[in-house]
Nanobody
Framework: QVQLVESGGGLVQPGGSLRLSCVFSGSIFRFYNVGWYRQAPGKQREAVARIRNGVGYDYADSVKGRFTISRDNAKNMVYLQMNSLKAEDTAVYYC?????????WGQGTQVTVSS
């Protein structure tokens, strides 16, 4: 069974940085497309950044130039480097992995941007 576990969330001041990590287990990681999503209170979950095998990288317009997604297939890890954080980035961030109609989510990690 695939499992995803996020870490790295927390409280940060506007303009600060955080790095989220997600460890994947239970299957062959390199087969999976991966991504980070977020959900703010009262809003729908939205895609933040994704790496799609054979396609490349894509980012939400609101985070382009500030966030960077990466993966390490040797370590079964996905990362989200978040710089120049804004109050509107406050949300629960979820790691996602999908392949061949199989879609998996982590439990989420809270990111709060506030002074």
């Amino acid at each position: 069974q695939v499992q995803l576990v996020e870490s790295g969330g927390g409280l940060v001041q506007p303009g600060g940085s955080l790095r989220l990590s997600c460890v994947f287990s239970g299957s062959i990681f390199r087969f999976y497309n991966v991504g980070w999503y977020r959900q703010a209170p009262g809003k729908q979950r939205e895609a933040v950044a994704r790496i799609r095998n054979g396609v490349g990288y894509d980012y939400a317009d609101s985070v382009k130039g500030r966030f960077t997604i990466s993966r390490d297939n040797a370590k079964n890890m996905v990362y989200l480097q978040m710089n120049s954080l804004k109050a509107e980035d406050t949300a629960v961030y979820y790691c996602n992995a999908y392949f061949d109609n199989m879609n998996y989510w982590g439990q989420g990690t809270q990111v709060t941007v506030s002074s």
